[in-house]
Nanobody
Framework: QVQLVESGGGLVQAGGSLRLSCAAS????????MGWFRQAPGKEREFVAA????????GYAASVKGRFTISRDNAKNTVYLQMNSLKPEDTAVYYC?????????????????WGQGTQVTVSS
């Protein structure tokens, strides 16, 4: 069992930055690939970024590539999402998720554990 708790969301103006954190507890964090997803009001949840469990490789949605950076600190059992140049369309609830599949993936179905989400609101 893995428990995930997101933090770092908030209200920011367009062009600003936020860093989300996802703290994990439970089974060995370093053996899980991690992903960030988001869900805007009235829309389906979508992939944002993912990172493998070791020798990290990463993947990003086209809409955030070049603006967001995913990273992890296995010693702290934490995964981060640095979000720069934020846009109003980035407004959503952001979720982190964990999968025992080792490679980063945008497929939500393979993520077994999910956090409760943190709200990010970008004003224009």
């Amino acid at each position: 069992q893995v428990q995930l708790v997101e933090s770092g969301g908030g209200l920011v103006q367009a062009g600003g930055s936020l860093r989300l954190s996802c703290a994990a507890s439970g089974r060995t964090f370093s053996s899980y690939a991690m992903g960030w997803f988001r869900q805007a009001p009235g829309k389906e949840r979508e992939f944002v970024a993912a990172i493998s469990w070791s020798h990290p490789s990463t993947g990003y949605a086209a809409s955030v590539k070049g603006r967001f950076t995913i990273s992890r600190d296995n010693a702290k059992n934490t995964v981060y999402l640095q979000m720069n140049s934020l846009k109003p369309e980035d407004t959503a609830v952001y979720y982190c998720a964990a999968t025992s599949v080792g490679v980063p993936s945008e497929l939500q179905a393979i993520y077994k554990y999910w956090g409760q989400g943190t709200q990010v609101t970008v004003s224009s």
